[in-house]
């Protein structure tokens, strides 16, 4: 105790009464954690506080996934079911086609995301005045709350008050009330990667930015030395320099909407019937309605799998555009 | 692009010619405009009357009022218009703002405490995270820490879960520790979601500060930790601001947890906005203030982040 005091009190010791080196090296040592013990009483909190929320957490949750329990009906003794609940998750047809809907969903957001992204990042590249203002306008949407995101799009596509049906009928004629984008079996998958699209379209564009960034010019005036044309230095070139960068923001956006939960759940809540049914909203079901805590603790472990084998792929492209 | 050799003498051979540019912009701001209107409408909503947020067709010229705001922070009963005449006159602008639509304000809502949970629980969290965050930052730039590769990735796997699984046992754990709806602990679960953030962002902070200060320091006989307060932090605040905010933001915008975690006491703004009922269904000015409110700050920070945003988004990887 009375060592950390001393640390925790440098005031006491100024530069000019500690020039000594011989004496300050010899204070270091008797006043002073070792290195060690300072890297280890640094990270152990933080490691601690993991284990507690994550981890531990996740360890009962395995165990829980091989027992039948229900919350509703929680006086029963708690049974081991072996495998059952995953086998039972992995023969169910409805499981496979939420996992359908949930691929559609994110093939769909994360391909509509990196053309007008990347387009985006092209065109502010050219540093034309005000880019910087734009951009941070360009930018709003992803920083807002994915659920009050969702709430507030219910309004706007509401088919008669909302201004989008207007705005369509404006262009196109049809009448407004004639189609509801979240009330349609054929509409509300497109209208849940319509939303998180002008979400997330900019995220996309701040990654690839940095990548066009980081191309250096003296590659394009080489090219302009061999009389390149500006389509040849773009394939050859500008496309090939940035997709480590495009990789990194594809596989992040896929593994946000794989999981996606808030922003759905307010918009269409899965519906209508279960079109927009994304996995998580599934997994919610599971067990916060139904209850099936054993059941739902498997279908959480096969999500986890997943993302943990998806985040091991992009903590590696992340290593590789690291710039030091 | 097709314009830059033509325009070789007059610039640089890279950058764009100025009818390139003029293009440019246009796009890009036509996109920005288009991307802006929901939220202008929603912060228009919020100074609608009741009937014209749900006009048909939808309006874009009204006559705006408060009501939407007044409804947002007042519970309200109907009254006849006899038991209204009778009433002392109004003492204030809402009172009489409500009485024209034969209407008494019975008390304050919810809105004040649901904003009060918000603040609490984001502003515990970030300073929780941030404090555990730089101490392990600190740790893994400046010492050979065993496996630190696979601790980072650990610590930064635990925030890519998927929040509905981490809900699950998490719902089981707090309610064997009677945390369930508490703010402690929607703390504590924050925490632990943004001090992998605040891990990886804090350590790019941290190693672009030169070793040499410190290593003067300690050779001037600063202990370790004296050279960390002294040297580290004062050269690290703007990315632990920076930071700071990104974890605020994180709890300030967070549902997944609040919604499954919280049903009263501790719940926060994002839960509680979908809810705010009228007579008849969703009360849509009063959502729209709530939602106005709400983002406010988002837009000032994100203003004031703008240089960071990069690094916030990709872990500290990228820098410009």
């Given amino acids: 105790m009375d060592q950390m005091t001393t640390i925790l009190q440098p005031d006491h010791v100024t530069i000019a009464g500690m020039s000594e080196p011989a004496k300050s090296r010899a204070a270091r040592r008797v006043r002073g954690l070792s290195d060690r013990a300072i890297a280890w009483l640094f990270v152990a909190p933080t490691i601690a506080l993991l284990l507690a929320i994550n981890i531990f957490p996740l360890v009962w949750m395995i165990r829980l996934s091989f027992t039948s329990l229900n919350l509703s009906m929680s006086y029963l003794p708690l049974r081991f079911v072996g495998l059952d609940n995953f086998t039972d998750i992995l023969t169910d047809e409805d499981v496979w086609f939420r996992l359908q809907t949930t691929a559609q969903f994110v093939i769909w957001s994360v391909a509509l995301q990196v053309v007008i992204g990347y387009g985006l990042a092209l065109l502010i590249n050219r540093q ?22 969702g709430n507030f799009w219910t309004l706007l596509l509401q088919p008669q008050i909302g201004p989008f049906n207007s705005l369509i009928s404006l262009f196109t004629g049809v009448p407004p009330s004639s189609f509801s984008m979240t009330g349609q079996v054929s509409l509300a998958p497109w209208t849940i990667v319509l939303v998180d699209t002008w979400m997330w379209a900019p995220y996309v564009m701040l990654i690839c930015l940095a990548g066009l960034r980081s191309i250096p010019d003296y590659i394009y005036e080489a090219a302009e030395v061999d009389r390149a044309s500006p389509w040849r230095q773009f394939w050859s070139i500008t496309l090939p320099m940035t997709v480590p960068f495009l990789m990194l923001a594809v596989l992040f956006r896929a593994i946000e909407n794989f999981k996606m939960f808030d922003m759905v759940n307010l918009l269409t809540s899965g519906g209508p019937g279960s079109t927009t049914e994304l996995v998580s909203i599934t997994l919610k079901r599971a067990a916060f309605e139904k209850w099936r805590t054993g059941y739902s603790s498997a279908l959480a472990i096969i999500l986890f799998v997943t993302v943990f084998g998806a985040a091991n792929i992009y903590v590696k492209v992340l290593n590789k555009v690291k710039q030091r | 692009m097709t314009a830059a050799v033509a325009n070789s003498t007059a610039h640089s ?37 009741q009937s014209d947020a749900i006009a048909y067709p939808p309006k874009v010229i009204f006559e705006p009022t408060l009501e939407g705001y007044v409804n947002l922070f007042t519970v309200r009963t109907r009254q006849t218009p006899d038991f209204i005449a ?58 050979r820490i065993p496996l630190a590769d696979d601790l980072l990735f650990f610590i930064l796997s635990t925030r890519m879960m998927p929040p509905v699984a981490v ?3 998490i719902y089981l754990m707090y309610r064997q520790l009677n945390l369930t709806d508490t703010r402690l602990g929607m703390i504590l679960l924050y925490t632990a979601v ?25 050779v001037d006989g600063y202990t370790r930790l004296q050279a960390l307060r002294k040297v580290v932090l004062p050269q690290a605040v703007t990315g632990i601001a920076a930071t700071a905010i990104f974890c605020l933001i994180f709890s300030w915008n967070e549902y997944a947890f609040a919604v499954l975690l919280t049903s009263g006491e501790a719940q926060t703004m994002p839960p509680f906005i979908p ?5 008849g269904g969703q009360d849509w000015p009063a959502v729209a203030a709530a939602t106005t409110l709400f983002v406010v700050p988002i837009v000032l920070f994100t203003v004031l982040l703008r240089k960071h945003l990069l690094r916030g988004i990709t872990f500290g990887a990228v820098r410009k």
């Fill in chain 1, 128 to 149: 034309f005045r005000g880019h910087s203002f734009w951009t941070t306008i360009i930018l709003l949407p992803m920083m807002l709350s994915p659920a009050v995101v």
């Fill in chain 2, 13 to 49: 051979i890279v950058e764009a010619s100025p009818r390139a540019k003029a293009v440019a912009g246009g796009l890009v701001i036509l996109y920005a405009v288009i991307t802006i209107l929901p939220l202008l409408w929603i912060v228009a909503t919020a100074f609608k009357s």
């Fill in chain 2, 167 to 169: 809900a699950i046992p």
């Fill in chain 2, 194 to 218: 943004n001090v992998s953030l605040a891990v990886w962002l804090l350590k790019g902070f941290i190693d672009e500060i030169p070793r040499e200060y410190e290593e003067a320091a300690l």
């Fill in chain 2, 275 to 279: 809810f705010i009922i009228g007579e």
């Fill in chain 2, 86 to 143: 009778k009433l002392p006159p109004p003492e204030t602008w809402y009172d009489k703002l409500v009485r024209q639509r034969d209407m008494v304000i019975a008390g304050p809502s919810k809105v004040v405490p649901r904003f009060v949970n918000s603040l609490i629980i984001g502003f515990g969290s970030t300073f929780l995270a941030v404090f555990l965050g730089t101490l392990a930052a600190y740790a893994f730039s400046r010492f």
